[in-house]
């Protein structure tokens, strides 16, 4: 330790150096002794601690959802028909290639999506999730093996707490979007899912591009043909090549513009369902002076 006296000299500043690329980063307290001479003492602090901290403003996007939905397995939103939104979601990702596409057909067309990652592709290409995350887009958890098969409690929990963990510690993120495998709701996966208050996303819509025989054309029109307002379309940038799905995104965008849709997150959706049921709410319990409720 140092002596009182030199302790005496302290200045109220702080210096920090960090290394353009270094595991280690200099923090330091300026001292000043009785000859005016400038001493630095600094202590090295590991990157590492720092890591959830730089990740946690890496995504400003909602990411949660209110509490009526936790625990509830949602095909999609109950809008008016008027409401011509629509949420597009990826699953099996992140993929070396195609996610990356995806991201840049996305940017250009302004479109925030919800991409379902599975914890085994987020280990193998960590920075493709970072990319997701601080472009803005919703990252829901899809299990760690994307296995099918009946699972014990144990194994439904480690399958997603192990994507969870991972996803945070990269991004910051805290996943209350969970999507089953296959979308099978029965194998032990959605029962724990549900009891750690994650909102199980189905999807009302689908493209079609996990199956081998459909080609462009016929992926564009699954998606336009079958989308209502409160929509949720399955798509894929992972789990296999995805090109037909990175060439038919851009046109199936193109047309669904064109019939008056616009694109949100689901949790944007979801709190559009919210604020649509708080309306009929409010317009059924105005009460006219008689006594009367009546609807406007």
Do not use: C
Request: charged share 20%; aromatic share 6%.
């Amino acid at each position: 330790m140092f002596s009182p006296k030199l302790w005496q000299f302290l200045t109220a500043g702080t210096i920090t150096l960090v290394g353009a690329g270094g595991g280690l980063s200099l923090t330091g307290l300026l001292l000043k002794n009785p000859l005016n001479i400038p001493l630095l003492l600094t202590q090295s602090v590991d990157k590492k601690s720092a890591v959830t901290t730089q990740n946690a403003s890496l995504n400003t996007t909602k990411q949660t959802v209110s509490k009526e939905f936790q625990g509830q397995t949602i095909y999609q939103a109950k809008l008016p028909t008027t409401d011509k939104v629509i949420a597009l979601t990826f699953d099996d990702g992140p993929g070396p290639k195609n996610t990356t596409q995806i991201l840049e057909i996305l940017k250009q067309n302004h479109i925030k999506a919800t991409f379902f990652l599975i914890g085994q592709m987020v280990s193998y290409h960590p920075q493709i999730v970072k990319q997701i995350a601080a472009e803005g887009h919703v990252l829901g958890n899809h299990t760690w093996h994307h296995w099918y098969r009946r699972m014990d409690v144990a194994t439904a929990a480690s399958e997603i707490n192990r994507t969870a963990d991972l996803i945070y510690k990269l991004t910051g993120v805290k996943t209350t979007l969970f999507r089953p495998p296959g979308g099978f709701l029965h194998n032990g996966l959605v029962d724990y899912a549900k009891s750690q208050k994650y909102a199980i996303i189905m999807w009302s819509d689908e493209s079609g591009d996990s199956q081998r025989h459909g080609q462009t054309p016929t992926l564009i029109k699954n998606v336009v043909k079958s989308a209502k307002p409160g929509g949720i379309v399955l798509m894929h940038d992972g789990g296999g090549n995805r090109s037909r799905t990175v060439k038919a995104l851009p046109q199936i965008i193109a047309d669904l513009k064109a019939k008056g849709y616009k694109f949100v997150t689901i949790p944007e959706l979801l709190e559009m369902e919210t604020k649509a049921k708080d309306v009929v709410t409010a317009e059924s319990s105005i009460v006219t002076k008689d006594g009367h409720s009546h609807r406007q």
